[in-house]
């Protein structure tokens, strides 16, 4: 009986919660830098696809 209404009880509190929250949009600045397509990647590894390599 206490797994049901505990059930209960939470499935009703994150209905209450997900009906009461506004929709997030980004402002206009943040729109911007998510189209600046900026990025950086580091590549921290030994050179296996070079035959010369030497890693000695």
């Not at 994150?14 to 929709?23: P, Y």
């Not at 189209?35 to 035959?51: L, R």
């Amino acid at each position: 009986m206490k797994r049901i209404s505990l059930l209960t009880i939470t499935v009703m509190a994150c209905l209450i919660s997900a009906c009461t929250h506004d929709i997030v949009v980004p402002n206009d600045a943040q729109k911007e830098w998510a189209d600046a397509e900026i990025g950086v990647m580091y590549h921290f590894d030994m050179q296996v696809f070079n035959p010369d390599y030497d890693f000695r």
